[in-house]
């Protein structure tokens, strides 16, 4: 066989498809030694397979997924990812499996949403009020469709998550997503978010004018060993971003932020008031969290749920 191999920088794309061939090889009862010796191959050319640093050809994948005893949606899935290694854009399914594997391996992460409430912050019923309006999702599709959403927060459960700090513009929260109800639930999980000592929000008063995050919406991954990645979505794609001045461009973005949004005191403070004064009317003779788990959250919190559908 033969083993025509480019090694180089891993990418998003060699990683998750190195991440995939472990599982695969985990769940088979093998190891990378006993791979390399059925297959006649070094033990360091397994690991760099399943570091993203070294790229396989198909053959050599298709030999190692034979091995292991993958087939079906799974086989086409990663053989897919070897076909195209430098392809930019991912479809929904393979973005949000590919986001939620890179986000619980960081070491960091900064998030800033142009018009809505960060994802990771949302609460069932402002995710539910934003699903309802999105015309290309099939309305049969939509409760899943929101368990795959709401499963990346999933991401605040494992032992170490990363430091998250989220930029939200106050324009945002002045939108009366979902109706007052809706927007006082999710004002008074932002304040219970914001003493989780993981998680940082920062206001964008709207007395500032015009700032950097006019421009759109982009999560930036920091991670212990590998460089940063920038991840951008459109309504059919999502973009992860790896060249050095790219992911630069975004960060220089997240610094200008920092430099006219509230601090985490003065952020709590004005969402508080926020609460009070706009959707307090709302609040009024309701507990918070007094429903107890919906289905929704049940099957997120179900085990292996939220890992294969689109974003």
Same mark, same amino acid.
Not at 20 to 27: G, K
Not at 66 to 78: K, N, P, Q
Not at 130 to 154: C, H, K, W, Y
Not at 271 to 284: E, F, K, P, V
């Given at each position: 066989m033969g083993h025509t191999v480019t090694e180089e920088r891993s990418?998003?794309?060699?990683?998750?498809?190195?991440?995939?061939?472990?599982?695969?090889?985990?769940?088979?009862?093998?190891?990378?030694?006993?791979?390399?010796?059925?297959?006649?191959?070094?033990?360091?050319?397994?690991?760099?397979?399943f570091t993203g640093k070294l790229a396989a050809t198909?053959?050599?994948?298709?030999?190692?997924?034979?091995?292991?005893? =993958?087939?079906?949606?799974?086989?086409?899935?990663?053989?897919?990812?070897?076909?195209?290694?430098?392809?930019?854009?991912?479809?929904?399914?393979e973005a949000v499996r590919t986001l939620t594997d890179h986000q619980r391996k960081a070491s960091r992460l900064?998030?800033?949403?142009?018009?809505?409430?960060?994802?990771?912050?949302?609460?069932?019923?402002?995710?539910?009020?934003?699903?309802?309006?999105?015309?290309?999702?099939?309305?049969?599709?939509?409760?899943?469709?929101?368990?795959?959403?709401?499963?990346?927060?999933?991401?605040?459960t494992i032992a170490h998550p990363p430091q998250c700090t989220f930029f939200v513009p106050e324009l945002v929260l002045h939108l009366p997503v979902g109706g007052p109800k809706v927007m006082s639930e999710q004002l008074h999980h932002l304040l219970c978010m914001s003493v989780r000592s993981h998680v940082t929000i920062q206001l964008i008063p709207s007395a500032v004018g015009a700032h950097a995050g006019l421009t759109g919406s982009c999560v930036v991954m920091e991670f212990s060993d590998i460089g940063p990645v920038t991840y951008v979505e459109t309504e059919t794609a999502?973009?992860?971003?790896?060249?050095?001045?790219? =992911?630069?461009?975004?960060?220089?973005v997240f610094t200008a932020l920092a430099a006219v949004a509230l601090d985490q005191d003065q952020?709590?403070?004005?969402?508080?008031?926020?609460?009070?004064?706009?959707?307090?009317?709302?609040?009024?003779?309701s507990r918070l969290g007094t429903n107890g788990p919906t289905e929704i959250r049940q099957r997120i919190e179900a085990p292996g749920s939220g890992q294969h559908h689109r974003v």
């Open positions: 990418s998003v794309r060699s990683r998750q498809l190195g991440d995939a061939l472990r599982s695969a090889m985990e769940n088979a009862r093998l190891t990378g030694k006993r791979t390399a010796y059925l297959l006649g191959w070094s033990e360091s050319r397994i690991s760099r397979f198909e053959i050599e994948v298709s030999a190692l997924l034979a091995l292991y005893g =993958v087939t079906g949606s799974e086989r086409d899935r990663l053989l897919e990812l070897t076909r195209h290694p430098t392809t930019l854009g991912w479809t929904p399914a900064t998030e800033v949403h142009a018009a809505t409430v960060p994802l990771l912050l949302q609460t069932e019923s402002y995710a539910r009020a934003i699903v309802s309006r999105m015309v290309n999702t099939p309305t049969e599709g939509t409760e899943q469709f929101l368990v795959d959403r709401l499963a990346r927060q999933r991401l605040f999502g973009y992860f971003i790896e060249e050095h001045a790219d =992911v630069s461009a975004h960060q220089n952020t709590r403070a004005a969402i508080g008031r926020l609460a009070t004064d706009r959707y307090g009317s709302a609040r009024a003779g």
